[in-house]
């Protein structure tokens, strides 16, 4: 009765080390997964605020003007729209200037503007190039400004830069992963090895005995999953009373779920890769080797 309960505790203790080991592991996938995506929402952001402007000629109306603003308005790469008509031009000159144009030239020479911002998928500058041309033959339009060439390559550059940045730190994170599962797994079959061994004696097959080590394992894995994404939604959760208030608004519960949902079935899957892995280490072992 004694020694049963031994290896009860015994069988409990190596499954508590697994799960916490696996729990460690996937807090960190996971953190490094959720500064991935709230670096993809900043530099998608950084890319919509790329603007140009299309300057009506001084004899259209303001009317046709805003014809030409719902034409842009209904294309794919129009984020948001603003129009600005010769009087709301006029006030923005004497604000900025301090002069009456109407006053020197007798009448109001300014043109009606429509300022928008493109989606982040049109952001390079052939894209750009293309969008200006093709506003450009639009009937009434006198001149398309677009941003620097130079800004948005640079732009663009740093987006690369950072996105393979956190890709390289993404993949080496999960050969660690791999590597830590895979040698805290080991271990927990290996204290089993020779019970593995008795049960090949008596004639259980390789599927067998490696189903319900996998199985367990898995378990490991997605109970680790669960504790994890619990331990980062309380980070979530608590991050605005510590201090970070913005953290919330670029990452949200929704990015969170994605990413609680992929830990998880991360965690399940290395755990169950390792555990056949490590059992069919032993199932092909002769009784002496196990001893090594």
């Not at 709230?38 to 140009?52: H, N």
């Not at 948001?80 to 006030?91: N, V």
Request: glycine share 6%.
């Amino acid at each position: 009765m004694k020694e049963n309960k031994e290896v009860k505790i015994s069988y409990i203790a190596a499954h508590l080390t697994t799960i916490i080991s696996v729990t460690l592991v996937l807090v960190l996938v996971g953190i490094i997964a959720m500064v991935w995506i709230g670096a993809d929402k900043e530099t998608r952001r950084m890319r919509e605020k790329i603007e140009l402007s299309v300057i009506m000629s001084d004899s259209i109306s303001n009317s046709d003007a805003r014809v030409v603003e719902e034409m842009i308005k209904k294309e794919p790469y129009a984020l948001q729209t603003q129009f600005i008509s010769r009087e709301d031009a006029m006030k923005q000159w004497k604000k900025d200037t301090g002069e009456d144009l109407e006053e020197v030239f007798g009448v109001n020479p300014l043109s009606p503007e429509i300022s928008f911002t493109l989606k982040a998928d049109y952001s390079s500058p052939a894209q750009i190039a293309s969008i200006r041309d093709a506003i450009a033959k639009i009937k009434g339009v006198e001149d398309v400004s677009t941003p620097e060439t130079d800004t948005v390559e640079a732009i663009n550059r740093s987006v690369s830069r950072m996105t393979a940045l956190l890709g390289a730190i993404a993949i080496v994170m999960l050969i660690i992963s791999f590597v830590l599962i895979n040698n805290t797994v080991h271990l927990t079959i290996y204290s089993r090895r020779f019970t593995i061994h008795t049960m090949q004696l008596v004639g259980a097959t390789n599927g067998y005995i490696r189903r319900p080590v996998v199985f367990n394992n898995m378990m490991c894995g997605l109970i680790a999953g669960l504790i994890a994404s619990g331990l980062i939604a309380i980070v979530l959760a608590f991050a605005p009373e510590a201090g970070f208030h913005e953290l919330n608004n670029v990452i949200g519960w929704e990015e969170f779920g994605v990413v609680a949902g992929g830990i998880t079935l991360v965690g399940m899957i290395i755990c169950a890769l390792a555990a056949w892995m490590s059992t069919a280490r032993y199932l092909g072992k002769d009784y002496d080797k196990l001893f090594r």
